[in-house]
Nanobody, 123 residues
Framework: QVQLMESGGGSVQTGGSLRLSCAAS????????RAWFRQAPGKEREGVAT???????DYADSVKGRFTISRDNAKNTVYLQMNSLKPEDTGMYYC?????????????????WGQGTQVTVSS
């Protein structure tokens, strides 16, 4: 069973940057797709970005041009570089893994999840 561990969250002001990391262990070869989701208090979990094993990416419209997802397959680690952060980016950020790319709109289809890392952006 894949285990995912997020890190890198914190508190920043509007316009700041953060880099999230998601380290994976155990059975990673069977779940090559990775994604970042986020959830704000009182809101549903929403997709932020996905990345295939070969590097193909997809982003939510709300983060295009500001966030970049990348991966280091040798380290089994996925990153989310977040620039020009806004208060509406505040939330718990979760890393997810799956054998296929289920997309940003289907969080329930993703097989494995980390515990999350909190991102808070103040105005």
């Amino acid at each position: 069973q894949v285990q995912l561990m997020e890190s890198g969250g914190g508190s920043v002001q509007t316009g700041g940057s953060l880099r999230l990391s998601c380290a994976a262990s155990r059975g990673t070869s069977s779940t090559p797709w990775r994604a970042w989701f986020r959830q704000a208090p009182g809101k549903e979990r929403e997709g932020v970005a996905t990345i295939a094993e070969g590097g193909m990416t997809d982003y939510a419209d709300s983060v295009k041009g500001r966030f970049t997802i990348s991966r280091d397959n040798a380290k089994n680690t996925v990153y989310l570089q977040m620039n020009s952060l806004k208060p509406e980016d505040t939330g718990m950020y979760y890393c997810a893994a799956a054998p296929y790319g289920y997309g940003l709109e289907n969080p329930n289809s993703w097989s494995f999840w980390g515990q999350g890392t909190q991102v808070t952006v103040s105005s």
